[in-house]
């Protein structure tokens, strides 16, 4: 236990308290690939805990694939940019520093850029008249509500799920399901830098047209456009802060 120092954990939600701990010092490089954990009751005193929520910590973390549980011996490390998948990515936002990791932000936004079109042309190609209704009344919503920036942000929100959950493919929900989770980690920090992306009534009500059309092209192009003024704007943050030397 001497190559490194844990800290006790708070008594509520300990298998979370413990899990986080452990995926941060993996995640952060404190705990390298092929590094061994303590055993399980070394970490229960370490940790301040009992072994059934070191126990649950560890299944979880196996869940990720940040580790390869071993029976009768040592839990190692795996690298997780190999084996890890989405739901990591709330985890890598931050920073050791406690400020947003530029690289991530850019890596989700470019993911978002990709998928956004092909959510918005699948629901295009399934939601027809009745989503295109939902689509619209939510616009109808937006306008109301255009001097309510976080106001805007939720109804945005809302309408891409509206979007990706009647466009049919399991794979696109689940996915953005993970990148809606990411970004309710920074939700307040990206109000601002976002409202230019909230407040595009053009392309949203493009969007809602092509649904009503059942052209999917449409819906995909304006998608696109859509998603593209909020990649640009917070490019534009990120280089500022980074200049600065400072958080976004």
Sequence with gaps: ??????????????????????????????????????????????????????????????????????????????????????????????????????TVVRSIMAMRSSLAPDIAAAAAKKGGKPLADELDALLTQMNADIKNSKALQDHALVFWQKLVARGGNIAFRLAFNSMTKTYTQVWDVLTPVLEKEFRDFENLSAIAKAVRKGDADAAREAGLRHVEIGRTELERALKVAEANGAAL
Excluded: W
């Excluded at 001497?2 to 509520?12: L, T």
């Excluded at 009751?41 to 580790?67: P, Y």
């Design 1 to 102: 236990m001497s190559k490194h120092a844990f800290n006790a954990v708070k008594k509520e939600s300990l298998s979370e308290s413990v899990y986080r701990q452990l995926s941060d010092k993996i995640l952060r490089h404190e705990l390298s690939p092929g590094d061994s954990l303590p055993a399980e009751r070394a970490l229960s005193e370490a940790l301040q805990v009992n072994r059934g929520a070191v126990r649950e910590a560890i299944k979880r973390l196996q869940q990720a694939g940040l580790i390869a549980v071993r029976q009768g011996g040592n839990h190692v490390v795996r690298d997780y940019l190999s084996e890890g998948g989405m739901e990591l990515l709330p985890n890598l936002l931050v920073d050791k520093k406690g400020q947003l990791n530029g």
